[in-house]
């Protein structure tokens, strides 16, 4: 059974930093390619970031790029999103995902809170 459980959210002030988790179960996590989504407040899905399994390559959106850094640790079967220089616009709802064959993402993680607020 695939599972993933992230952890690392929380309250912090704008500028700060926080390191979000996602310890993955059930499958070969290295040979997936894998992201972090977001829900704010009374919005859609937004897609944040991607790295990819074997090849490790990543990729952000505009609104994250410099600031968010995606990683994984293939022999703890991790995923990290390290957030720098938190915005408010950053509070979010943030999901750990994994993709599929096709790309889409098939199996999600239960999210964990992240809210950016002095």
């Known amino acids: 059974e695939v599972q993933l459980v992230e952890s690392g959210g929380g309250l912090v002030q704008p500028g700060g930093s926080l390191r979000l988790s996602c310890a993955a179960s059930?499958?070969?996590?290295?040979?997936?390619?894998m992201g972090w989504v977001r829900q704010a407040p009374g919005k859609g899905l937004e897609w944040c970031s991607a790295?990819?399994?074997?090849?490790?390559?990543?990729s952000y959106v505009d609104s994250v790029k410099g600031r968010f850094t995606i990683s994984r640790d293939d022999a703890k079967n991790t995923l990290y999103l390290q957030m720098n220089s938190l915005k408010p616009e950053d509070t979010a709802v943030y999901y750990c995902?994994?993709?599929?064959?096709?790309?889409?993402?098939?199996?999600w993680g239960q999210g964990t809170q992240v809210t950016v607020s002095s």
């Open positions: 059930g499958f070969t996590f290295s040979s997936y390619a």
């Open positions: 790295i990819g399994g074997g090849d490790g390559v990543t």
């Open positions: 995902a994994r993709a599929g064959a096709e790309g889409e993402y098939e199996y």
